[in-house]
């Protein structure tokens, strides 16, 4: 419980834009930015820009990926994460702070998709996104409106 506080002292100081202060490089076009948002938090974690083509498009500001489907085929097909989906899809073991879970409405291809980012892992993972501002609340936030659970993992 301890790790709480300073978790989201340092996701704070991670994040360029968005939940926690004035937005640089937003992209409401898509409904939101939940993508954009997390791209921007692995980007400022230390991640390799996602502009490498095909689902790595790294628009609006030439590094990141804002479509969520996208983002989950980016981070599996072109930076080696694995990739975890199903109908009410429980956590892998693996998962950690720093991991994304997409959750998807009507089958894991769909694009009718959520992206945000975990914040503390475990049996229980709490995540946090933007386009609706959450931090630290339960990963089965979005259960009922979008079932299919995509978990990311870096490996």
Known sequence: EQRQPQL???VHELLPYSYWGSESCGYASHGGDCANFVSQCLIAGGHKHLNQ???CRGYPCGKEEVGAKN???CLAKTHGWT???GLNQKPPSNIAVGDVLI???GSCSSYDAHAVIVVA???SPKIACHSSNRYGVAYTYMGSSKPYLEWLHKK
């Open 83 to 85: 990739r975890t989906c």
């Open 71 to 73: 983002l989950g085929d």
């Open 53 to 55: 083509g095909g689902s």
């Open 8 to 10: 989201r002292h340092r």
């Open 103 to 105: 959750y998807h409405a």
């Open 121 to 123: 892992g475990g049996a």
